[in-house]
């Protein structure tokens, strides 16, 4: 059982910048790949990114946020973060952090490939 919290979301203008924190607890957490979803009214959850490898670092991205967004993580703390700069009206939407089981490999960035979820973070981006 993985455990997750997320913070950092908030309101910023066009342009700006947030990071979220994602902080994980539970057992063999680093052997977990972490997702970041997003999710805005009236839409599906969408994919954002993921560290898939807490060792190596191993990292992939959604088109839409590619240049943009960095995810990083501080292993000893068990905590993952989404840095997100140059962001638009189009980046407003609740974002999640998901866990993957360790069973499942590879690259995957369906929302249901992810068994754990935090509750979630609002990040609304004004023009």
């Known amino acids: 059982q993985v455990q997750l919290v997320e913070s950092g979301g908030g309101l910023v203008q066009a342009g700006g910048s947030l990071r979220l924190s994602c902080a994980a607890s539970g057992r063999t957490v680093s052997s977990h790949a972490m997702g970041w979803f997003r999710q805005a009214p009236g839409k599906e959850r969408e994919f954002v990114g993921a560290l898939f490898s807490w060792s190596a670092g191993s990292t992939y991205y959604a088109d839409s946020v590619k240049g943009r967004f960095t995810i990083s993580r501080d292993n000893a703390k068990n905590t993952v973060y989404l840095q997100m700069n140059s962001l638009k009206p189009e980046d407003t939407a609740v974002y999640y952090c998901?866990?993957?089981?360790?069973?499942?490999?590879?690259?995957?960035?369906?929302?249901?490939?992810?068994?754990?979820w935090g509750q979630g973070t609002q990040v609304t981006v004004s023009s």
């Open positions: 998901a866990a993957r089981d360790p069973a499942i490999v590879g690259i995957t960035t369906t929302p249901r490939s992810f068994n754990y």
